[in-house]
C-alpha cells in the first residue's frame, strides 16, 4: 500500500518539473523575441545589427550641428532625419536640397548611408553637405546603426 500511494507522488512530482520546463522554454523564448525587437531597428543586416550603439551615438554628435531626429524638426542646416530608413534621397519637402542629392536616385538603406557618410562627395558628387567623412569602417556601422534606430523611432 505505500508503494501504491508513492506513485501518484512521483507522478505529479514529473508532471510538475514538465510543466516548469515548458513554463522556462515560454521565458526563453519571449525573451528571445525581446531580444529581436530592441535590435532589429527595422532588422538591419550586419554588421550594422551588432554594431556598438553606444559609439554610435557619440559618433552622431558630429552630425548634430546640422541635423535632427525630430519627424517635424525644423530643418538645420541639414533635412531632419526623422524616417530615414528606406526614405528616398533627397524628398523632404521643406529642405532645399542640392540637384545632386535631388537626382542622385539613392534610397536610405544602411548600405547607401555607410557609402554616404564614408565620403559624401564621392557618392553624391556636388552634395552640399560639408563633412570629410568617417574612415574607419567600425565607426560607420556604429552611426548607421544609431541613425537607423533612433530614425526609425521617431518615423
Ligand atoms: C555641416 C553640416 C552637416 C553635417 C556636419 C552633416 N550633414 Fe548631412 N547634410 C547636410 C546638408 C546641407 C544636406 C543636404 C545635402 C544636399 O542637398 O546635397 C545633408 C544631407 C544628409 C543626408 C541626406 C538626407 C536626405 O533627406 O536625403 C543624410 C542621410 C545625411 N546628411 C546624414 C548625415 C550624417 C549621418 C552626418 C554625421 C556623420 C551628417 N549628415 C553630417 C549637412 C550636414
Redesign the pocket.
Known sequence: MQRGAAVPGIVSLRRRLFLVGMGALAIAAAAGTQDAAAESGASLPEPYASADLRRGRI??L??V???DLEPSGIAK???S?AG?PG?P????AA?A??T???ESGLT?TAGT?DA??ER?SAV?A??????AG?AAPADRAA?VRY?FEESAKAR
Do not use: D, E, K
Request: aromatic share 16%; proline share 5%; hydrophobic share 60%.
Open positions: 559618433l552622431f558630429q552630425c550641428a546640422c541635423h542646416v541639414g533635412p532625419l530615414l526614405r534621397a533627397g524628398s523632404v529642405f536640397y542640392s545632386a542629392m535631388r536610405w548611408l554616404f557618410i559624401p553624391v556636388g552634395t552640399t553637405m560639408v563633412f568617417i552611426m541613425v
